[in-house]
């Protein structure tokens, strides 16, 4: 009968094994028990970090448990031919439960360490170098080779022969790559509702809704201040199908409210499935009524409307905009120029924070305008991506320098170098995106008086507080 040893040892001895080490459990074979409770407390570790991948509204999903293991059965399958039928070193391990064991175990740190990256990321606690780009790619390379490795450690150990174990090898790699692929299925799925799958259903009721929506957002917009320059703002989100975009679209509502002293002055449209039944759509026709709206509210000649559109761009420099089951438009800057003069509206400052977005300086700028794009003409912009929190240009600009700062180009000039550098980290591999601003002669006097203005606020703001 083989020798049996204690858990704890086949434990210690398969996370040696994942560590590069030799296992240190001669000829023993595991007990039955003690392989299942192997299974068990791996498949536990995965199941409760594969949780905090998702966090929040997490729902497990038995399919997507289940469908990596036929995965582990085609490399039992391998072992179980590759693993010799005899051992003369009586110091080896032998047997298919005992590679089983050892494997199921070596597997752990390098799981581990993927899924806390994975956790990492999901809770934006990592540094963009690695979150995205070409270091998150170098990095899982690693990830993936150091599981090879610690599988030519452990048939080593077995007394396999090179040839085999190399076939051994390149039959991991290859099933892993297939399961990547073909199976990418994970234990939890968020059941947080997403664009593409939790959009509004058109019935009359949800119509209805957003011209109540519409009407009382207007109504409840802040009068004009005589003698004040006041900042009336539009912020526009129309592409439901990133959360990015409605995070960064909230974000800069807040700093308008709070910095530029805008508060009840600010419509912010956005398209995304969370929100249809709290803030009106963002559509061209919705856009081009907002800028009406603020020209009726506003002093026209004085105040500054202030607009960001936060969106995907295209090389021909339309906004991207989606709102299932709805079609909507894409926003051209020719539209947009057109209702501002319609609306006969003199000082503005239009942000694009989108890729391509330099192509929107062109039919926007002039002497009363100050324009800002997250890119030049022929760049694309950075940090729109799913798992993305803001966009870089919209964190460094916003939520960064505008929280220390109230002037729009100081804060575009402290950015600038802050953006490139990140996007080095992440590996953007098509070139700097090249943030652009153009400034009218006749806008900056105004945008000067209304930072001496939030400026005087602030200290009279910190004297009262001494």
């Known amino acids: 009968m083989p020798e049996r040893l204690p858990l704890f040892i086949w434990l210690r001895e398969g996370l040696r094994a994942g560590l590069l080490l030799r296992p240190r459990v001669g000829a023993a074979q595991p007990a039955p028990w003690q392989l299942l409770a192997i299974v068990v407390l791996t498949s536990l570790l995965d199941i409760g970090l594969g949780w905090f991948e998702v966090g929040g509204d997490a729902q497990f999903d038995l399919r997507g448990w289940l469908a990596p293991w036929w995965n582990t059965g085609a490399m039992l399958l391998a072992a179980w031919w590759v693993l010799p039928s005899q051992q003369d070193d009586p110091q ?154 409605l995070r960064e679209s909230t974000m800069v509502k807040e700093v308008l409210e709070d910095r530029f002293d805008a508060a009840g002055r600010v419509l912010q449209l956005v398209n995304h499935p969370t929100t249809f039944d709290q803030l009106p759509w963002a559509t061209p026709l919705n856009l081009e009524r907002a800028i009406t709206a603020m020209g009726d509210r506003m002093d026209r000649e004085h105040d500054v409307l202030f607009i960001y559109l936060t969106s995907h761009g295209a090389s021909d420099f339309k906004l991207e905009a989606s709102n299932p089951p709805l079609d909507v438009d894409t926003v051209s800057p020719g539209a947009l120029r057109q209702a501002l003069d319609n609306a006969g509206i003199v000082n503005r400052v239009i942000v694009v924070s989108a890729c391509y977005s330099g192509g929107w300086l062109g039919p926007i700028a002039d002497e009363h305008t100050l324009v800002m794009t997250a890119a030049d003409a022929t760049h694309t912009s950075f940090g729109c991506g799913s798992r993305s929190k803001l966009t870089f240009f919209g964190r460094a600009v916003f ?57 005087n606020n602030v200290s009279e703001e910190s004297a009262r507080r001494r």
Request: charged share 20%; with cysteine; hydrophobic share 50%.
């Open 399 to 455: 939520d960064e320098q505008l929280r220390r700062t109230h002037s729009l180009e100081d804060a575009f000039k402290a950015a600038v170098p802050v953006i490139k550098h990140r996007e080095e980290e992440a590996g953007k591999d098509d070139g700097f995106s090249n943030p652009q601003m153009l400034v009218g002669k006749k806008i900056r006097p105004v945008l000067q008086a209304l930072q001496h203005r939030l400026d």
């Open 92 to 245: 080896r391990p032998r047997g298919l439960a005992t590679w089983i064991a050892l494997w199921l175990l070596a597997m752990v740190p390098m799981v581990t360490v993927s899924q806390c990256i994975s956790i990492g990321q999901a809770e934006d606690w990592l540094p963009d170098a690695i979150d995205t780009g070409a270091i998150a790619w170098t990095l899982y390379a690693l990830l993936w080779l150091w599981l090879l490795a610690a599988l030519v450690r452990l048939s080593i150990a077995f007394g396999l022969a090179p040839v085999r174990n190399a076939a051994l090898a390149l039959g991991l790699a290859a099933l892993f790559a297939v399961g990547a692929v073909e199976f990418p299925d994970r234990p939890w799925q968020d059941n947080t509702p997403v664009a593409d799958e939790g959009g509004p259903v058109l019935t009359q009721e949800t119509f209805e809704t957003q011209q109540a929506i519409w009407k009382q957002s207007v109504a409840n917009l802040s009068p004009q201040r005589p003698g004040v320059i006041d900042v009336y703002g539009i912020v526009f989100a129309p592409y439901a199908n990133a959360d990015v975009f």
